[in-house]
């Protein structure tokens, strides 16, 4: 009897994203280009600018067309206080940002595979003894519902249904400000 695939399982609380236990997993979603100008991205940006600068120097490694549907997983910095020792996870759901950006069916589009690749990377990290710090939490924002203009009922119901492999957590938290 094989067991029947783990599915990412959603809790919604309110409170501060950036206030999650330490080696937790902070996903947010993003644009192909690198900027971090604006409403969530900019909240990482001041937060974490050593993951700002991994993630502008991803994007400019490499043809923006390709980034869609990827994802980056930028592991603590070494200089943050253990309290903000957390993984960033960027999604990247939208070619670009502002009036450019994606229509909602494109980045809907998008978010499985995103998080289907950020997955696959923590499991990988997580299972590479070389790493001291493991992702132990996966806290969110409401991905794609903010500067982006997607429902978030809508990308809610893509992510219940990415698989989530071994030596990952499945419980994600969404964290709301409302």
Known sequence: MTTPPR?????????????APPNTLLIHACNSKGHWGKGIALAFRENYPEAFASNEAYCKSRPSGEIPGTALLIPPADNLSVDQRHFVGCLFTSLS????????????ANIGPAVND????????????HYESKVDLIWM?????????????????????????????SDVTVVTRE
Do not use: H
């Open 141 to 169: 924002c409401r991905i794609n519902s903010g500067l982006f203009n997607v429902p978030w009922e809508d990308t809610k119901r893509v992510l219940e249904t990415v698989r989530v492999p071994d030596g990952v957590p």
């Open 118 to 129: 950020l997955l696959r990377q923590v499991a990988e990290w997580n299972a590479d003894e």
């Open 97 to 108: 940002m502002g009036r450019a950006k994606d229509k909602p069916a494109t980045i809907l």
């Open 7 to 19: 599915r990412i399982s959603i809790q919604e609380m309110k409170g501060d994203l950036f206030t």
